[in-house]
């Protein structure tokens, strides 16, 4: 496949490649702690961040991240403040990032092809800056995750047990919500702010429906988003289409299989 | 005179304002049985989360194993089995065996290096409550009794000194039900371990437990004597009669 000589595509497969590992594997702690919502929340927070990025003359990426971990530590502040409907929290962010948003934006006046890219994501955008940063510090969330797996699961699984095992669970939960921030953002180049959350969600919700074992939940998981980005890659390069749109039909296709043979399996019962 | 295993001294909760429980005192001496009981919503789950330190009291103060709860880190000392009707997600994607190992938690890392101690106890754990051929089914394929059998095992792979269980029951049919009990009743008599449980089975809390505790009208009566509560006493509890707690000894 000569694409593979194009340099621009070499970066998209390597951006791809860390960002499904890494959204997909936060992704299983987010749905099963029934916070599937937090990608929207978090991405449109993200949205604000490169706005603001345009607006001030920063680096977009920089203002994403930002923008994402302080949206993360607001969530778990309003989470605790809305105990019985942390639901709240989610709406109330989402809400904040799309006004700071669309506010910067018009003040900027920046409806500009560089804004659609982080909106949809984009194959030729990732710059080796971005390869650089998404590098390090996806690399060192996926550490960090399985350094931490056993407190993870054991906050995600039971909350009150983990707290009675000794383990320090506002600190993991506060852990996770950066965690999934920086995912978010690191994300955003690739797939775009407006899908990002499906890349979250989608992989897990087909693991669920496979899986014999927490262990598995994340490799499938894990597989579903990369099969998913590489040929969403491949797909939107060769008929010029937005690469986030791609990737999330394909993973929403494999759900739909997914789904079908469950179903056909248990009489649909 | 032993310490207690553990001590409740003059505590007092509330819930926005509204008290709960006031200048509560009891104590749990090592290889007691003791079963709260109670009318619905009359604080047992809120006393057994101020025990193990989920909850903090307005006033007074919790002592296990000697030492101020808030200041407690043994934290192996202890198993914990929630309701399984509150927030845990039963149909979690985890295997019998993931979720049990999931507990031996002696801190960051340590899972990772003493592997071999914990596949170990693990193991112990499973077996002790008969449920090790059921190891690699997912939680969610088993019945109410299994499931309760999981979390009894998840609460027994730190060889606890005390289990604190929350209706661990509710969801069981009457053999699945004996069978717990009696593997209970077996824990405490063979390994020793200290058992305090919130249940509303009458008959099992007058035949097994070593002291049965009263909750009511925000207090706790404790009757050290189980001979002197019959199962009469405590249904006329349960019907808002407190035939039982006329007897009491605070």
Known sequence: MDFLSISFINRAFAAGVLTSILISTVGVFVVLRRMSMVGDSLSHASLAGVAFGMLFGIYPFYGALVFTVIAA??????????????????AVVMSAGIGLAVVMISLGKSYNRDLFSYLFGSLIAVSEKDIKIMGFLGLAVITSIIALNRELFAVTFDEESAKISGIPVNLINLYLSLVTALSVALSVRIVGTLLVSALMVIPTAVSLQVSKSFKMVFIISNLVALFSVILGIIISYYFDLAPGGTIVLISSFILAIALLIKGVRSGWD | MFTPILELIDVSFSYNGNPVLENVNLKVEKGDFLALIGPNGAAKTTLMKIMVGLLTPKYGRVLIFGENIREFKKWDKIGYIP?????????????????????YYNGFLKGFINKDRREKSVKQALEKVGIDKLSQKMLKELSGGEKQKVFLARALVKNPEILFLDEPTSAMDAPSREDFYNLLTDLNKNLGITVIIVTHDIGFACEKATKIGCVKGKRVFIHENVGEVTEGHIAGLMGYKIAACDIHKE
């Open chain 1, 73 to 90: 530590i607001l969530i778990e502040i309003l989470r605790k403040a809305f105990k019985k409907y942390s639901e709240v929290a989610l």
């Open chain 2, 83 to 103: 309701q399984l009707t509150g927030e845990i997600n039963t149909g979690f994607p985890a295997t019998v065996w993931e979720i049990v190992d999931s507990n």
